[in-house]
């Protein structure tokens, strides 16, 4: 079993920043890769950002694509989402989620083994 803890969400001023982070424990000498997903109410949880576990592979959406930057600790277990130059429609719940094997889907919701609980992030325009 792998546990993951998000933290750092909140309240921001558009144009703001905020750093996500996610703390994975449990059976964690097997991850493949990790993701970032958000999620609005009635809409279905969306790819944000993900990371392989080895090497420098690194995946954004087109919507966050050079504001945000998902960066990684192996040492911690712990993967990191920077978000800079917030807007509004970034308002979400943000989920981290573990990828114990290889998928080319990386932005798939499916491709993932589990999940926390997720952290509220509210833009303010």
């Known amino acids: 079993q792998v546990q993951l803890v998000e933290s750092g969400g909140g309240l921001v001023q558009a144009g703001g920043s905020l750093r996500l982070s996610c703390a994975a424990s449990?059976?964690?000498?097997?991850?493949?890769?990790m993701g970032w997903f958000r999620q609005t109410p009635g809409k279905a949880r969306e790819f944000v950002s993900a990371i392989r576990w080895s090497g420098s592979s690194t995946y954004y959406a087109d919507s966050v694509k050079g504001r945000f930057t998902m960066s990684r600790d192996n040492a911690k277990n712990t993967v990191y989402l920077q978000m800079n130059t917030l807007k509004p429609e970034d308002t979400a719940v943000y989920y981290c989620?573990?990828?114990?094997?290889?998928?080319?889907?990386?932005?798939?919701?499916?491709?993932?083994?589990?999940w926390g609980q997720g952290t509220q992030v509210t833009v303010s325009s």
């Open positions: 989620a573990v990828s114990q094997y290889y998928h080319s889907t990386y932005y798939l919701t499916s491709s993932y083994d589990y």
């Open positions: 449990g059976r964690t000498f097997n991850f493949n890769a």
